[in-house]
């Protein structure tokens, strides 16, 4: 089977109805670990979680777990089960989201065979039973194709896949000047949720729903959003605001009314409480001091300049260097790209906010989802962070996050409504959902978008 997708740059302008199937049908869900997770590129953890020789941490998706080790030369991936009657090698604690340690070597507690960390056997136990028939190909760990960008470990279950570099085109590209390889986590989570994966990133993959499920957002500035395919991935932003030069503008919501100085201060303060994303305390700061800065009548875009420069310059000063990005990229670049098929990064020079949803089981009505924000920290005084189990509650998640929160198992519920007829994604706002289903279809043999029908809208 090819999944190879060419990089169609057609932009699915038309609208269009998704069928449900890929969202509620059991069958679908369990045909998606053959067709799908097996055969796409993973972000599966980030490179500076294995620090040292024999750090490992292990990736769960469905029925296969990866262990992803570092070695003296390079990052491995291997398949996590022992050659010898198939017990899992290293195992999950109970509750955790993944195992992770440090190791010389891997030993399989059922009879005891040890692997080095390349993987080879070192060790079986009364191998000559065998009568010479245990070669290295039948008693190694069984390894997995793995890369690294962004500072993320991708690995990719099909052994004949396109190498990551091809299937993340044209990601790469776009976010290379972003350094994201650069910055570390502030805080990462996850849950169970009662949706499938799907439900939980189409509630970050567009800005339609921000107006009505973020109201408090419409105080700062209304920004229109845009949404771009882009092959198997995808990217949304905001349109240039009258007056100013950088998508950033609208991500950050430097609004036209009122006095810029105070509505960007404001909305960094209620960021910062509200949601603990999209900023940090430098920008968080320098907005607080941006009424003492700049004069009153100051206009909206010499605000958003003088506060990014004076931001980058205060980051500076205590050691930590944004990068420059041509502005023109920035605003090409939008505010986030979704990576197909299960997840986002939100970009930006001094931090990032990514979300990604994987499958809990074969209940389509279930999904393992995780949020994780990045900084750039001094060096050295980067935090130590742990992946924190969270229900989908404003205590544990923050209010906005909870605002996203709150539509998932309800629209989970909704689809399987005998009234319902498929989600209409807006073909302006919502295309990256269209995008997936489009792309999943390619995958999964079934499940394509189709033009609304007239007596369907
Ligand atoms: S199953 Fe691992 S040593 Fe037997
Ligand atoms: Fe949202």
């Not at 968080?284 to 909206?300: F, H, I, K, W």
Request: glycine residues 6%; charged residues 25%.
């Amino acid at each position: 089977m090819t999944n190879r997708i060419t990089n169609i740059e057609d932009t699915l302008t038309e609208p269009v109805s998704i069928p449900v199937e890929a969202y509620v049908s059991e069958s679908y869900a369990r045909a998606e670990r053959d067709r799908l997770w097996r055969q796409v590129w993973l972000q599966a953890g980030r490179v500076e979680e294995l620090t040292e020789v024999g750090s490992y941490i292990t990736f769960e998706i469905l029925d296969d777990s990866i262990i992803l080790v570092r070695t003296a030369e390079q990052i491995r991936a291997f398949h996590n089960v022992c050659p010898h009657r198939g017990r899992r090698l290293v195992d999950v604690p109970a509750g955790a989201r993944n195992a992770q340690g440090q190791r010389s070597q891997f030993f399989c507690g059922y009879h005891g065979w040890k692997f080095d960390l390349d993987g080879r056997n070192t060790h079986v136990p009364h191998k000559e039973d065998w009568q010479n028939k245990l070669d290295s190909a039948c008693t190694g760990l069984s390894s997995v194709k793995v890369d690294t960008w962004g500072g993320w470990i991708w690995i990719n279950l099909n052994p004949d896949c396109e190498p990551l570099q091809d299937y993340l085109h044209p990601v790469t590209t776009m976010l290379d000047p972003f350094e994201l390889q650069n910055m570390r986590f502030r805080w990462r989570k996850w849950g169970i949720f009662d949706c499938n994966w799907k439900v939980a990133l189409e509630a970050f993959n567009e800005t339609y729903h921000v107006q009505t499920t973020h109201p408090e957002f419409n105080q700062f500035g209304a920004f229109r959003g845009w949404a771009k395919a882009h092959g198997k991935h995808s990217n949304i932003g905001y349109e240039r605001p009258k007056g100013m030069d950088e998508n950033q503008s609208a991500k950050l919501r430097v609004g036209t009314n009122d006095d810029p100085r105070l509505s960007t201060a404001k909305m960094q303060a209620y960021t910062w409480e509200k949601a603990n994303t999209n900023t940090t305390q430098t920008l968080v700061n320098a907005a607080m001091r941006l009424q003492d800065e700049l004069p009153a009548g100051t206009p909206a875009d010499q605000v958003l300049k003088h506060w990014i420069e004076s931001a980058r310059k205060d980051d500076a000063r205590r050691g930590v260097i944004w990068p420059t990005v041509d502005p023109a990229h920035v605003a090409k670049s939008g505010t986030a790209w979704q990576v197909f098929p299960n997840f986002q990064i939100g970009h930006s020079v001094n931090n990032a906010l990514c979300y990604s949803a994987r499958p809990y089981g074969y209940d389509p009505d279930k999904c393992i989802f995780e949020a994780a924000v990045f900084e750039l920290f001094p060096p050295g005084e980067e935090p130590d962070t742990a992946w924190e189990y969270c229900p989908p509650t404003e205590a544990a998640w923050c209010y906005v996050l909870a605002q996203d929160f709150s539509n998932m198992a309800a629209v989970q519920q909704g689809m399987k409504s005998l009234g319902f007829k498929g989600p209409k994604p807006n073909p302006y706002m919502e295309r990256s959902t269209a995008n997936l289903h489009r792309n999943l279809a390619e995958y999964m043999g079934t499940g394509a978008p189709c033009p609304i029908a007239e007596h369907d809208q």
